[in-house]
T-cell receptor, first 114, second 114 residues
Framework: KAGVTQTPRYLIKTRGQQVTLSCSPI?????VSWYQQTPGQGLQFLFE???????NKGNFPGRFSGRQFSNSRSEMNVSTLELGDSALYLC?????????????FGPGTRLTVL | AQSVTQLDSQVPVFEEAPVELRCNYS??????LFWYVQYPNQGLQLLLK??????LVKGINGFEAEFNKSQTSFHLRKPSVHISDTAEYFC????????????FGKGTRLSVIA
């Protein structure tokens, strides 16, 4: 069974631009979560989608948004990029949204903002 | 709200020696507990999880962890480490009811020395 895939793997943008990251969950998984990983703040939860609905949202500004499609694929968008948005963005999928469900992580998208 | 403290940011250990990575959590409600490992340029992989039952949990790659409710700890142990265990290890908690996200500790970098 294929794992979680994220595209692109690496991205370089400049301040003020916007970016869209994509995540394809494991086949059959309906929940997708996004995390931001930085050396200073560690792993921080961005949002979770289940059946095309946002179920949870972390403490990030409105510049960060996401969506989920009917095939469970998800995208996240960051508008008006800032230097501090440079990070590894990780996507994780699980069968359901319940807390005991294991989350399977993708390899991440490394975003660099210049 | 839940929080996780990983007491050591870096742990160097010689090959074939035992290792313990410490994790303490804070929560006013019951939680599930997880340990993840992250190898360079990769996403997170679940090592083990505690949902209920026996407080000693065995995971992959020879790792185990013990849930101690009175001390709110979930330390990770391995009796004999290999060079291939060099990685970043993350402890995480999740409320065991409702739908809440994973909360991660800052991580512990394990370096195995030959």
């Amino acid at each position: 069974k294929a794992g979680v895939t994220q595209t692109p793997r690496y991205l370089i943008k400049t301040r003020g631009q916007q970016v869209t990251l994509s995540c394809s969950p494991i086949s059959g998984h309906r929940s997708v979560s996004w995390y931001q990983q930085t050396p200073g703040q560690g792993l921080q939860f961005l949002f979770e989608y289940f059946s095309e609905t946002q179920r949870n949202k972390g403490n990030f500004p409105g510049r960060f948004s996401g969506r989920q499609f009917s095939n469970s694929r998800s995208e996240m968008n960051v508008s008006t990029l800032e230097l501090g948005d440079s990070a590894l963005y990780l996507c994780a999928s699980s069968l359901w949204s319940d807390s005991y469900n294991e989350q399977f992580f993708g390899p991440g998208t490394r975003l660099t903002v210049l | 709200a839940q929080s996780v403290t990983q007491l050591d940011s870096q742990v160097p250990v010689f090959e074939e020696a035992p290792v313990e990575l410490r994790c303490n959590y804070s929560s006013s409600v019951s939680v599930y507990l997880f340990w993840y490992v992250q190898y360079p340029n990769q996403g997170l992989q679940l090592l083990l999880k505690y949902l209920s039952g026996s407080t000693l949990v065995k995971g992959i790659n020879g790792f185990e962890a013990e849930f101690n409710k009175s001390q709110t700890s979930f330390h990770l142990r391995k009796p004999s480490v290999h060079i291939s265990d060099t990685a970043e290890y993350f402890c995480a908690v999740r409320r065991n009811s409702g739908n809440t996200p994973l909360v991660f500790g800052k991580g512990t970098r394990l370096s195995v020395i030959a």
